[in-house]
């Protein structure tokens, strides 16, 4: 016989995953458990008929083969079972640490268990009747909150859509899944509530409730869950004595407690959000062991929960510090400039160091369009709205609820200054949990040090070493970390400062030696040390010398910064900043991830802005709506990025570039060309470009640029062609690349195309020369072999390169092929010293002869060089 079974006192979740299991392992029994909630016990009893379940006590007594225990890991003793019975458990709880070992365990995170046999049966083509589906709908909305507890997984969802079209009925799942209270259940209700003792633990409301219940006959889950609702804290414990011990029903709506770990420390179990657990007297059970049992219980669970609960995020967290103030005088005009100048969307108005309102971009925008110039005192929301930086996000949410105020200062309790500021859009990041990764929450030492040779390790801990004797923090920033978090980093770095970058490596080459090169204007300093690699190797090593090679050949360090554009396309004007606005400067949030380097902060991730949850989603966004009229160059490396990672340009950043591609047109040539050699270096450079193509960007760029198929297999073809013609560069010669782009223009068009993007000389010559020998394909057909090698002789190899392979099927691309293949290759095997030492005089006869001599080798007209050495008898005869 092989049966199924799970906790007692089931809820529908429970019940669900038997009805589950019934239906994926056939054959099997799904058998009630002696108690169930009293809302399952209701279903069951309209709808039992219909469904396979089997009651205890109605079982044969039969041995007991094999049991699947389902949305538990704790086994009850049921007849016919031997120790030979097999036992599998199929659960979505963490496993717990006193589970038999001989049993087969099968765990996996969702939010209800009854997902996990939907799942097989949606894959299997199972069918369902609608009272089925409704069961298991049940299971899974019961244990997920209606879809709406943060342990809910999309699985959970996908589960419920299913379901939903098999035919699960809302309105019955509706009148089950909250049912009023018993008399019984409501007295226990009204003596539980009078109990209810609150604490505050680490910013936390934890509220513990406690009674008797040895006269109830109902489950107390329904109880929990009306004060839940009604007390609204972080978590609930409710500590009841009944017939069987004290019972623990716990709570959490905060991912700062998890519930389950504190059931555990008792023998119980469950998930984050919902967890219980029976104790039982180690005597007699009597009303005196029973209190005595709740009392300790009680004592138990107050000395775990300031260890168990995670303390609060507090504001000072996530707030931005010195922010920028404005007073209230502060004309609309200005204040308009300064929202311009750095882009924030709200300023506080502080008088007297008091904060006494804040200004908004909107009222600015609104007064700016009635042409109005009022101080600010006249368009500000007035009120004195603070928090401290030790508040909890809790308290800050209330306040930005309560006032409406999507910037608020934060304020020093002691001093009375306002030391920093937070928005929504940092409240909004640090609720959606797993989104960001606030300072300090994940530490990536371990594997920064793995991905360094050992010289750079060395290097990196007197740079270490050397800022936290100046009290300066320092960071790796941006693409490093990036790659770093993708298993795919190189070995180069910027340190970046939060203070002055020029003073820290200045005193690193004093103590060091090698050169700074400063660049005052943006904070920013060059130490090279390519010249005292090998001493530095010397001072570096610890046991043995240090491999010079593997140190850089110079380091940049930069200050923390912020910019500012005086208009669109112009080069940032910078101020010194924080890490965190720093960090906001950058192009997308995957590359606004930060390194912190100090002491005891060593590997931690700093990642104010959402690059880890994009990073993961393979999301490619902007920071914010004005990123690409800052920089339009950034819609390109979006195109980059999207394709070098295989990740996808989200949807509000393509309605972004779709609004900004006109301002390419305005980007200067240099700053194009610039982003046009990355992408040329990418691996898969077409890729990219035919992105650029779908975004409409190229024509952008310059009238008639385009890439399409033709280019595409262009780029084939130079590959191709570039393996016949004996070259082993890894990367494809940025010239080449240039050609495939504009081979298709003509000479015209390659001038403006030249003077757009300022290509140096050089290439232009060779995209003209390519034009030219694009236009003169037609008629090297009717040239002999002579004149085809004496015209190709004087262009551009590259340009030759490209005509042949351009034009693989086109008579003259052959010719040119051949060209390069053999022709060009033909030379006489005499020189002018070989002419020299034959006595004839210097003179124009030496080009003549040997261009006759060449030319005769290349008709095959003589073919060794006994008749070369005939041919240049009669000439030397013929110029005598």
């Known amino acids: 016989m092989q049966l199924i079974l799970t906790h007692d006192q089931a809820d529908f979740d429970a019940v669900g995953s038997l009805l589950g299991a019934a239906l994926v392992h056939e054959g099997t029994i799904p058998v009630l458990p002696p108690r169930l909630n009293r809302n399952v016990r209701a279903f069951l009893n309209l709808y039992g008929a219909e469904l396979p379940f089997v009651e205890q006590q109605d079982l044969s007594g039969e041995v007991i083969e094999s049991i699947i225990l389902v949305d538990t890991q704790s086994l009850v003793t049921v007849k016919g079972m031997r120790r030979s019975t097999h036992v599998r458990v199929i659960d979505h709880h963490h496993q717990r640490g006193d589970i038999s070992p001989g049993w087969q365990i099968s765990l996996d995170k969702t939010g209800a268990c009854t997902t996990l046999f939907v799942e097989h049966i949606h894959a299997h083509n199972g069918s369902l009747n609608p009272i089925q589906a409704t069961l298991l709908l049940l299971g899974i909305y019961e244990d997920s909150g209606s879809l709406t507890y943060a342990s809910t997984t999309s699985r959970d969802i996908r589960a419920a859509a299913y379901l939903m079209d098999q035919g699960a009925s809302l309105k019955i799942a509706a009148d089950f899944l909250n049912p009023p209270l018993s008399a019984a259940q409501r007295q226990l209700y009204d003596r539980l509530l009078a109990s209810a003792e609150p604490r505050h633990i680490h910013g936390h409301t934890v509220i513990t409730v406690t009674g008797h219940a040895e006269d109830m006959n109902e489950e107390i889950s329904s109880i929990a869950h009306k004060l839940r609702d009604l007390l609204d804290p972080d978590a609930l414990f409710v500590l009841v004595t009944t017939r069987d011990g004290v019972r623990i029903i716990a709570r959490s709506t905060s991912d700062s407690i998890d519930v389950a770990r504190i059931a555990r420390e008792f023998g119980g179990g469950g998930h984050e959000r919902a967890s219980a657990a029976l104790l039982h007297p180690a005597g007699e059970i009597t009303p005196a062991t029973l209190q005595d049992l709740l009392d300790s219980t009680k004592k138990q669970l107050d000395a775990l929960l300031p260890t168990c609960v995670q303390p609060s995020i507090r504001v000072r ?141 060395a290097l990196l801990q007197i740079i270490k070493q050397a800022a936290e004797d100046h009290h300066l923090p320092i960071y790796i920033v941006g693409g490093y970390v990036r790659d770093l978090l993708l298993d795919r980093s190189g070995i180069d770095f910027d340190i970046v400062v939060e203070g002055d970058a020029i003073r820290l490596a200045n005193f690193l080459s004093q103590e060091y030696g090698g050169r700074v090169v400063t660049h005052s204007r943006f904070g920013t300093a060059k130490w090279q040390i390519k010249e005292i690699a090998e ?11 240090l491999n010079t090679a593997e140190f850089p050949d110079a380091l940049d360090f930069i200050s923390a910064r912020t910019e500012f554009y005086e208009y669109p396309t112009a080069l940032p004007t910078v101020e010194r900043s924080s890490i965190k606005l720093d960090l906001h400067r950058r192009d997308f949030t995957i590359n606004t991830m930060a390194l912190r380097l100090n002491g005891r902060h060593h590997g931690e991730l700093y990642d104010f802005w959402g690059g880890l949850a994009d990073l993961r989603q393979k999301r490619i966004r902007v920071l914010h709506s004005l990123s690409f009229v800052d920089d339009p160059t950034r819609m390109l490396r979006a195109a980059r990025f999207e394709q070098r990672f295989h990740f996808r340009i989200e949807s509000r950043t393509l309605e972004l570039i779709k609004q900004a591609s006109d301002l390419l047109r305005q980007v200067s040539g240099d700053r194009i060309r610039h982003e046009f050699n990355l992408i040329f270096q990418e691996d898969d450079p077409p890729a990219v470009f035919r992105r650029l ?106 340009a030759l390169v490209a005509g042949a392979a351009f034009n693989p099927d086109n008579p003259g691309g052959e010719i040119i092929m051949k060209y390069l293949t053999t022709w060009r290759h033909i ?38 060089k006994v008749e070369e050495n005939m041919l240049l008898s009669t000439l030397i005869q013929r110029y005598e």
């Open 535 to 545: 001493t530095l190797s010397k001072q570096l090593a610890e046991s043995s010398i």
């Open 827 to 864: 030379h006489p095997t005499i020189n002018g010293r070989n002419l020299e030492k034959l006595g004839i005089p210097r003179g124009p006869y030496y080009r003549t002869i040997l261009d006759t001599l060449r030319a005769a080798w290349l008709n095959g007209e003589i073919k060794n």
């Open 693 to 798: 193509e779908e975004l409409n960007l190229l024509e952008s760029i310059f009238p008639g640029l385009h890439w399409g198929k033709d280019q595409t297999k262009d780029w084939d073809n130079l590959i191709n062609h570039l393996k016949l013609t004996h070259r082993k560069e890894k990367t494809i010669p940025a010239e080449f690349c240039w050609l495939v782009l504009f081979h298709s223009f003509n000479s015209s068009q390659m001038a403006s195309i030249c003077q757009r993007l300022k290509l140096p000389s050089s290439f232009c010559r060779i995209l003209e020369s390519s034009a030219n020998v694009q236009s003169r394909l037609p008629e090297l057909e009717s040239l002999s072999i002579v004149e085809i090698v004496n015209y190709l002789d004087n262009q551009p190899e590259t």
């Open 317 to 457: 967290k996530i707030m931005s510090r010195k922010p920028l103030l404005i007073s209230p005088g502060t004309s609309t005009q200005e204040a308009q400039a300064l929202m311009q100048k750095y882009g924030y969307e709200g300023y506080p108005v502080v008088n007297d160091g008091r904060v006494v309102g804040l200004l908004t971009r909107r009222a600015v925008d609104r007064a700016i369009s009635h042409k109005l110039n009022l101080p600010t005192s006249s368009l500000m929301e007035a009120g004195e709205v603070t928090v401290s930086p030790d508040d909890p996000i809790e308290t800050l949410q209330d306040v930005m609820t309560s006032t409406g105020w999507g910037q608020i200062p934060v304020v020093d309790p002691s001093k009375k200054q306002v030391i920093g500021i937070v928005t929504r859009t940092d409240l909004l990041k640090t609720l959606h949990h797993g989104q960001i990764s606030l300072p300090g929450h994940i530490n990536l030492a371990h594997k920064l040090e793995q991905s360094l040779p050992p010289a750079r390790r």
